[in-house]
């Protein structure tokens, strides 16, 4: 059968005229609009989803040991877990297994039940000629790869997108004026991730690279909003429906799971109590590699 479609239309139209086709042939042609449509999409982007498939199944040839990154039911109803059998995932999310940012992402996802749409994807970060460069140029992660192509870096701005995807926003609460307790937690929240993140990749420099003067700066840091956490953590707004500041804060008191040296719950109780609590809630108990806050199982 000879090629006789919108495509050769688009790319090879000397060939298309040189063929000898029926006055029903030309019609289809001529008419279908829809494919031709469809055709132009993907000669304007076709080439960035492949390397995106490509690099995916790169990642994921490193990651086959990883499954602490599955969904996990919500309690709320039945989740399969990943890889979802029967669908077909339209959103790539490029992730590395220690980054309390993608934990945050990964929560959000088992809380909203969108196991089957998103492929969660093992990269490499900070190595020269990295091949996940070529599909976030920045290299940082989380990055969220949308089923339209575009690409959503942060864990912030990722965590809005997927809860508000539906329609039907459950962890997020507008910024309106009675609201602003909720932004301050989160805000707080934040910079303990943020203070953390800071120290972890400090103290996993070479020692002849390393700065005592930023690694103690954020050991203070830590303390300090670990101690006000200790204080205000039976908060309303931290011990009722899983909110995004929650979310934040467990990301970072989780870090002890990779990193012991920054364990904020000792000597703080009522901080371990709330941690022991959330930590039994499915979509958060996934994300772990250990059962409990320190022991494997």
């Known amino acids: ?64 040991s990883e499954d602490h990154t599955a969904c996990a039911p919500t309690g709320r109803s039945t989740l399969n877990l990943w890889p ?31 196991c089957d749409r998103v492929e969660v994807l093992h990269t490499e970060t900070r190595r020269p000629n990295s091949l996940y460069y070529q599909v976030n140029p920045s290299g940082r992660v989380p990055y969220l790869l949308c089923d339209d192509g575009i690409g959503l870096e942060g864990s912030d701005l990722i965590a809005a997108y997927l809860d508000h995807i539906d329609g039907k926003p459950t962890l997020h609460m507008p910024l309106a004026h009675q609201n602003w307790e909720y932004g301050r937690l989160q805000a707080r929240g934040r910079s303990l991730v943020d203070g953390m993140a800071v120290l972890v990749r400090e103290l996993h420099r070479p020692n002849n690279e390393q700065s005592l003067n930023v690694i103690e700066h954020e050991r203070q840091r830590s303390r300090r909003l670990a101690d006000l956490w200790d204080a205000e953590i ?44 959330l930590i039994a809630l499915p979509s958060i108990k996934s994300t772990m590699r250990l059962n409990q806050l320190g022991d494997r199982p």
């Not at 919108?6 to 019609?27: I, M, N, T, V, Y």
């Not at 669908?87 to 309390?100: E, I, Q, W």
């Not at 039976?234 to 364990?263: C, R, S, W």
Request: with cysteine.
């Open 1 to 64: 059968m000879r090629p006789k479609n919108a495509w050769l239309k688009l790319r090879k139209p000397g060939l298309l005229e040189q063929l000898k086709l029926s006055d029903f042939e030309l019609h289809l042609v001529e008419q279908g609009n829809e494919v031709e449509l469809a055709a132009r999409a993907l000669a304007s982007w076709h080439s960035r989803q492949l390397l995106a498939v490509f690099v995916s199944l790169f990642a994921v040839s490193s990651a086959k």
């Open 84 to 114: 979802c059998r029967g669908y077909s995932p339209t959103m790539k999310l490029y992730v590395n297994k220690t980054s309390p940012y993608v934990r945050i992402v990964r929560i959000v996802i088992n809380e909203k039940e969108l």
């Open 234 to 277: 039976e908060h309303p707004l931290m011990t009722g429906a899983l909110n995004m500041p929650q979310i934040v804060l467990i990301a970072g008191v989780l870090l002890k799971e990779y990193f012991p040296d920054v364990d904020l719950l000792s000597g703080r109780s009522r901080l371990l109590a709330w941690a022991q609590r």
